[in-house]
């Protein structure tokens, strides 16, 4: 007798990327801004004088304003998804 082959039938699995997107429209319109805020403090920063209040005293605000509040909630601002519970 013949021995008779049996074909194994496989499954691909379909394996999630770990690189999604996880920023939204609302997270880059955030980081263009905090871009742009960035932009004003060095500008402001180069102010002639030297001694320019604006150049030593709201610049430095401006600029960690950018860093310290509007970069970090473009990094992590997410929307909340509403969940329909119905019973």
Partial sequence: MMAIKKK???VKKVIESPFKDYWDKNNYILLG????VTILGFYLMAQSPWDNP???SISPIVLLIAYLIIFPVAIFYRKKHKENKES
């Fill in 8 to 10: 194994n039938k496989t």
């Fill in 54 to 56: 604006i150049s030593l």
């Fill in 33 to 36: 801004g905090g871009i742009f």
